[in-house]
C-alpha cells in the first residue's frame, strides 16, 4: 500500500529546505476504543497552504476514518479544523518513515503501533487512582516552570497547551493536541509547551487566577465543583491517563482539595531572595502599583510598617510578596487532612540533583521512573541562579532585602546575615519569631 508517513519526531530541515508546517487539526470522538484519531490533509501542497489560509479558525471539513489498531479495527470520526500554529504537516511535505504509524490516502485509514493503543503501562498503582491529578505548587519564580516542564516530559502525563487557554470550553482541542505531540515530537511541543492556562480556571470560577487572599474549601461551590471535575477528566488521553496542573502565586490548596479530594501536590521551595529578585525583572510584577492595587490585597499592620521602614522600598515588598505567599502555604499545608498528599522539593535539590528529585516525584505521582525518561532528565541543562541577587542589587538594597524577611528566611532553612546599614531594620527586633534550624545550604 502506498503510504506517507508522519514523522516521530519531525527532522530538522536540511540546508536550503523550508518546511511549510500548515496546521490540520483533528478532533476525534473516540468509539469504543482508546485511540484517538489522526488525519492528515491530502492534495497540492500550494493548494493546501492557500486553503489554510482561508479557512483558518474554521472548520474544514469531517471525514469518516477507520483506526487500525492491534488486533482490532475501530471507525472514529475526525473533523479537521485549520487553526493557527504548527500541529502536523501535510503527508506531501514530510515522507519520513516512523515506527509503526502510516496514514493511507486510499482509505483514509492511520495506522497505529501498539505504543498509542492506550497503553498505559508505566502509570503504576501508588494507592491512588491514576485520574487524580497532580498539582505543582510554588511562589512564583521558584522554579516551578523548569520542574513541570520536565516532569511532563513523562510519556504518560497529560498537561495543559495554550489551546486550553483559548478554547477553555473546549478541551479537545487540548487533549488531542497532546496525543499529535505524541507523533510529532519536540517540534510541535516547543509551540505548544505547557503552560499555566489561567484563563481556562477562572472560566469556571471567576477570580481563580488573581484572588486577594488564598482561595479555601470554603470558596468552591457546587456548581464550580461539578463544572471542573467535567473539564478536567477530558484533558487526559489513554496514553497520558495522569493530569498535571502548574498553578502559582496562592497555593489554592483548599479550593483545589474540595474539588478534586484525592488530588496530589508538589510544592517547590525556594529562597525568598531569589525569588523576590527575580520579580523585580520580570514585566508582570504588579508590586509596582503599590500594596493598595497589587493582587495580594494590602499589607497587614507590621509588614506595612517594616515596608514604612524601608523607605516603601520595592526590593522589600517584593521579599513580602515572598513572605506572604509562604505563610498562606504553610497555613494551607498544616490544613490538610492528609498530609501525605503533599510533597516538598527544593529548587537548589532540583539543580544539583534533578534525577534523584525526581526519581521521588514520580514515585510519589505513581508514575514509572523508566530509562528513557531518566536520560531526558539527565541531559536537562540545569543552573542555579539563586545567587543572581547578589549581582543584580547593589550592596544596599541586599542589605534591605535580607533584614526585612530574615526570621522568615530562617523558617524556611535559608541562612540571612542582614548587613548593618542605617535604615535597614531587622524584623526580629520588632517581633518575636520562632525559627527552626537550618534544612540545607545554599550552593
Known amino acids: 500500500m502506498g503510504s506517507p508517513y ?55 471539513r469531517t471525514s469518516k476514518m477507520t483506526a487500525i489498531a492491534p488486533h482490532r479495527e475501530v471507525e472514529l470520526w475526525a473533523t479537521s479544523t485549520i487553526i493557527p500554529g504548527p500541529v ?92 499529535c505531540i ?56 489513554a496514553r497520558r491517563p495522569r493530569m498535571i496542573f502548574k498553578i502559582t502565586g496562592w497555593p489554592r490548596i483548599g479550593f483545589l482539595q474540595a474539588v478534586y479530594p484525592q488530588a496530589k501536590f508538589i510544592s517547590v521551595i525556594r529562597d525568598g531572595r531569589a525569588v523576590a529578585n527575580s520579580l523585580l525583572n520580570v514585566h508582570f510584577w504588579d508590586g509596582w502599583l503599590g500594596p493598595n492595587k497589587w493582587s495580594l490585597g494590602p499589607l497587614d499592620g507590621e509588614r506595612d510598617e517594616r515596608w514604612q521602614h524601608h523607605d516603601r522600598s520595592f526590593v522589600a515588598l517584593a521579599a513580602l510578596q515572598w513572605e506572604i505567599l509562604m505563610e498562606a502555604y504553610a497555613e494551607a499545608k498544616a490544613s490538610m487532612p492528609d498530609p501525605t498528599q503533599l510533597m516538598e522539593i527544593r529548587y537548589e535539590d532540583l539543580c544539583s540533583d534533578p534525577v534523584s528529585v525526581f526519581r521521588r516525584a514520580t514515585d510519589f505521582a505513581g508514575l514509572e521512573f523508566n530509562a528513557d525518561f531518566e536520560r531526558c532528565i539527565s541531559s536537562a541543562r540545569l543552573r542555579d541562579a539563586n545567587q543572581k541577587w547578589r549581582q543584580d542589587l547593589t550592596p544596599a538594597q541586599q542589605s534591605i532585602l535580607e533584614a526585612c524577611v530574615s526570621p522568615s528566611l530562617e523558617q524556611w532553612g535559608y541562612d540571612a546575615q542582614p548587613s ?5 531594620v531587622n524584623p526580629a527586633s520588632m517581633t518575636p519569631v520562632t525559627t527552626e534550624p537550618a534544612a540545607m545550604s545554599l550552593s
Not at 483514509?108 to 485520574?131: E, K, N, T, W, Y
Not at 477570580?207 to 486577594?212: K, L, Q, T, V
Not at 548593618?420 to 535597614?424: N, Q, R, Y
Open 6 to 60: 508522519l514523522p516521530n519526531p519531525l527532522p530538522n530541515p536540511h540546508p536550503g529546505q523550508k518546511f511549510d508546517y500548515t496546521l490540520a487539526w483533528f478532533i476525534s470522538q473516540r468509539a469504543g476504543s482508546g485511540v484517538d484519531g489522526v488525519s492528515s490533509y491530502r492534495g497540492d501542497t500550494a493548494t493546501t497552504r492557500d486553503r489554510n489560509r482561508r479557512t483558518e479558525g474554521k472548520v474544514a
Open 88 to 179: 502536523l504537516p501535510t503527508c506531501n511535505q514530510l515522507n519520513m518513515p516512523v515506527e509503526g504509524v502510516r496514514v493511507s490516502r486510499a482509505s483514509h485509514r492511520v495506522f497505529l503501533p501498539a505504543a498509542l493503543d492506550g497503553s498505559i503501562a508505566g502509570v503504576r498503582s501508588s494507592g491512588s487512582s491514576s485520574g487524580d491529578p497532580l498539582f505543582i505548587i510554588g511562589t512564583g519564580r521558584c522554579g516551578s516552570t523548569l520542574f513541570h516542564d520536565l516532569l511532563t516530559r513523562h510519556p504518560h502525563v497529560s498537561f495543559m497547551t495554550s489551546l486550553a487557554n483559548r478554547h477553555p470550553t473546549k478541551p479537545a482541542y487540548n487533549r488531542t493536541c497532546v496525543s
Open 182 to 237: 505524541d507523533i510529532a515530537g519536540n517540534p510541535l511541543r516547543r509551540k505548544y509547551f505547557p503552560v499555566e492556562a489561567y484563563r481556562f480556571w477562572d472560566h469556571y470560577f471567576r477570580g481563580f487566577s488573581s484572588p486577594f487572599r488564598d482561595l479555601t474549601a470554603d470558596d468552591a461551590s457546587p456548581c464550580a465543583v461539578k463544572a471542573l471535575r467535567t473539564a478536567t477528566r477530558q484533558f487526559v488521553t
Open 420 to 424: 548593618a546599614i542605617p535604615g535597614a
